[in-house]
C-alpha cells in the first residue's frame, strides 16, 4: 500500500451542494493529484499541487477548487455539485518529477461519489 | 499534446492463452511510459515503465517496451491466468515539471478458465 487514504469512500450528494472530497498521505511526497473516472474517458486529471499552498489546474479543473494547507493532506472541493460530476475520484502522489524521470505515481483507492 | 490510443475492450481469453493489449502515444518530449492494472473495486497498481526508447518495462510475466520509432507499447503476457482479469490502462508522464499522467481509456480483460 502506498499510504494514502481517501474519504470519504461513498457519497450521495444533492445537486447544487458543496462537497469536500480528503486525500491523507503519510510518505512525505510533494506531489498530490485528484483524477476523476469516467466511462470512456480513463482518467483525467482534475487539479494537482506540487507543495503546499502550490497547485494548478488540470485537464478537467471546471467546477472544481483545491487546497493543501499540509504535506499530508490535499483537499478537492466541488463548489456547487451536478450530475455531471458524478465519478469515482482517485487521489495520488508522486515523490518527484521532471523529465523522463519515470517517478511512479500511487494512487488511493477511489472515492464514489453520486450527485442526484 | 499528450495522448494515449489504446485497444478498445473487452477481451476475453481463455486460461493460458497469449494476451496483447496494443498501445500508441502522441507526446512533446520524451515522455515515461507506464502500465497500470485496476482490480474490481480498487485503484490503480502500477504494473510496468519504461522511461525511455528500447527500455522494456517486465513485472508477474507482463512485458511492454518502449518503441519510439512507432510511438507505441504494447502490453504482452505469454500465458495469462484467470487472476490477470482486470481492467489495463496504458499512461504517458509527460516531459514537464508535474509529472501528470495522460491515459488511455482503459481496457477490460476477462480470463475465463
Known amino acids: 500500500d502506498a499510504g494514502i487514504t481517501q474519504s470519504p469512500r461513498h457519497k450521495v450528494t444533492e445537486t447544487g451542494t458543496p462537497v469536500t472530497l480528503r486525500c491523507h498521505q503519510t510518505?512525505?511526497?510533494?506531489?498530490m493529484y485528484w483524477y476523476r473516472q469516467d466511462p470512456g474517458h480513463g482518467l483525467r486529471l482534475i487539479h494537482y499541487?506540487?507543495?503546499?499552498?502550490?497547485?494548478d489546474k488540470g485537464e478537467v479543473s471546471d467546477g472544481y477548487s483545491v487546497s493543501r494547507s499540509k504535506t499530508e493532506d490535499f483537499l478537492l472541493t466541488l463548489e456547487s455539485a451536478t450530475s455531471s460530476q458524478t465519478s469515482v475520484y482517485f487521489c495520488?502522489?508522486?515523490?518527484?518529477?521532471?523529465?523522463?524521470?519515470?517517478?511512479?505515481?500511487?494512487f488511493g483507492e477511489g472515492s464514489w461519489l453520486t450527485v442526484v | 499534446g499528450n495522448s494515449v490510443t489504446q485497444m478498445e475492450g473487452p477481451v476475453t481469453l481463455s486460461e493460458e492463452a497469449f494476451l496483447t493489449i496494443n498501445c500508441t502515444y502522441t507526446?512533446?518530449?520524451?515522455?515515461?511510459l507506464f502500465w497500470y492494472v485496476q482490480y474490481p473495486g480498487e485503484g490503480l497498481q502500477l504494473l510496468l515503465k519504461?522511461?525511455?526508447?528500447?527500455d522494456k518495462g517486465s513485472n508477474k510475466g507482463f512485458e511492454a517496451t518502449y518503441r519510439k520509432e512507432t510511438t507505441s507499447f504494447h502490453l504482452e503476457k505469454g500465458s495469462v491466468q484467470v487472476s490477470d482479469s482486470a481492467v489495463y490502462f496504458c499512461?504517458?508522464?509527460?516531459?514537464?515539471?508535474?509529472?501528470?499522467?495522460?491515459f488511455g481509456t482503459g481496457t477490460r480483460l476477462t480470463v475465463i478458465p
Open positions: 499512461a504517458l508522464s509527460d516531459s514537464s515539471g508535474a509529472n501528470n499522467l495522460f
Open positions: 499541487s506540487y507543495g503546499v499552498k502550490d497547485t
Open positions: 519504461a522511461t525511455k526508447a528500447d
Open positions: 507526446a512533446t518530449g520524451y515522455p515515461s
Open positions: 495520488a502522489i508522486s515523490e518527484s518529477a521532471g523529465q523522463g524521470s519515470g517517478n511512479t505515481i500511487y
Open positions: 510518505e512525505n511526497h510533494r506531489y
